[in-house]
């Protein structure tokens, strides 16, 4: 009998705890399920596409982004293709920023056609599109950085209260800063002029109402002169970056038949872990005459990673998930080189090594990314980081 007033305050606690909770994460409705790949952001029609749609919208843009570069070439011939894909990682993007800046010192690295990039990825792709002007910016992304640079973590109690009620465990507040740092009206004008002759930049992210994935056209959306651009940009970049669950959520506006909407997007990886293009597009339609080589950037590894799992839900959880995604994301590169195979397109991917052993502390430890920084830095400055074939991924070693 004691412990009812104890109960009921507990009861009326978790009550108030919970309104809270809902009444804090309120929103627009998203646009119709059925309409939503039809509804045109900002008003750029070619702002985005759909990776599992029709792939018309996309080759068309792949036709006039070879008009642009012949324009530009102002009758010059053309000379090879270059793609990149960098995938997502967390803070193993350390090595992906790395291999950039170790190709740059080597003098190789070429200027590419297509740059395409998922969480991590999405990090680093507008600076490896804009070229080696960019790699200090990159640099100080992903090793002049502290956690708490990158996202702010809540004491025991409030992650308790989050892991519950909450639509995530941790604040990306200064992760959208910095983002905001880099991602400024410079940049978004250099990628205009860019996009201008030619050259393509995909970011990808996951649209959770209609759970498909959304690659979205930066040098379309950068071209646009629409005054929230930019605004758009930055929260795309956080929103491939933004883990379910870890991180909250980004809301993009649409409008359509004069309402409002509001669509909920995550981290790409939650639909995929790297991408060039869909297996239903050709670039060329045929066979090229031109030298294409696909460059595929893994943040991460590729063998298996053995440790003891506690017996929890948390736990097994955990390490389900990272599984599920460790073998997403080896599918996914297979499933780029075998369309690369049949495109008559050059593969070349890269991944961290057995031998990198560096120790973690905890997210995003400086020590951790500033030594897998450097060993990406070798391997890119090197050229031995690259293989030619998936099938040797996790098995050999040999180029």
């Known amino acids: ?45 070619n702002a985005r596409f759909w990776f599992d749609a029709d792939p018309a919208p996309l080759m068309r843009e792949g036709r006039m982004m070879a008009e642009r570069e012949r324009a530009a070439a102002q009758g010059l011939p053309l000379g090879p293709q270059n793609f990149l894909a960098l995938s997502g990682g967390g803070d193993n993007g350390a090595f992906g920023a790395g291999m950039m800046l170790g190709w740059t010192a080597a003098g190789t690295r070429p ?85 201008a002759k030619g050259r393509l930049l995909l970011i990808g992210t996951t649209n959770l109402d209609v759970q498909r994935p959304v690659v979205w056209n930066i040098g379309a959306i950068a071209a646009s002169g629409h005054p929230d651009a930019l605004s758009l940009f930055r929260r795309i970049l956080l929103a491939s970056a933004s883990i379910p669950g870890a991180f909250p959520p980004v809301l993009v506006e649409v409008q359509h038949e004069g309402r409002v909407f509001q669509e909920m997007h ?87 090594g057995r031998e990198f052993d560096h120790p973690r502390r905890e997210p995003f430890d400086p020590a951790y990314m500033q030594a897998l920084f450097a060993y990406g830095f070798e391997r890119g400055r090197s050229g031995d980081g690259w293989r030619s074939e998936p099938s040797t991924v996790g098995i050999m070693d040999t180029p």
Do not use: K, W
């Open 1 to 45: 009998m004691r412990f009812r007033p104890l109960r009921r305050a507990a009861t009326i606690l978790l009550a108030a705890l919970l309104m809270t909770g809902c009444a804090s994460y309120l929103r627009l409705d998203p646009p119709p399920a059925a309409e939503t790949e039809d509804i045109p952001v900002l008003g750029i029609p």
């Open 111 to 195: 200027r590419f056609n297509l740059v395409t990039g998922i969480s991590a990825g999405a990090l680093i792709a507008p600076f490896a599109f804009l070229g080696p002007d960019y790699d200090e910016a990159l640099r100080d992304v992903f090793t002049g950085q502290r956690p708490q640079d990158i996202l702010l973590l809540p004491h025991q109690a409030r992650a308790a209260f989050a892991l519950f009620f909450g639509e995530a465990i941790a604040d990306t507040s200064p992760l959208s800063r910095l983002i905001a740092r880099h991602a400024n009206e410079a940049m978004l004008a250099a990628i205009a002029a860019e996009y």
């Open 266 to 352: 995550v981290d790409g990886g939650a639909s995929m872990q790297v991408f060039l293009y869909p297996p239903s597009v050709n670039p060329s339609g045929q066979r090229s005459q031109r030298p294409r080589t696909a460059h595929v950037i893994r943040n991460g590894r590729v063998d298996v990673e053995a440790s003891r799992t506690p017996r929890g839900v948390l736990s097994i959880t955990r390490r389900s998930a990272a599984t599920l995604l460790h073998y997403s994301g080896l599918g996914d590169i297979s499933r780029i080189h075998l369309t690369t195979l049949r495109d008559g397109i050059a593969f070349r991917v890269a991944y961290i």
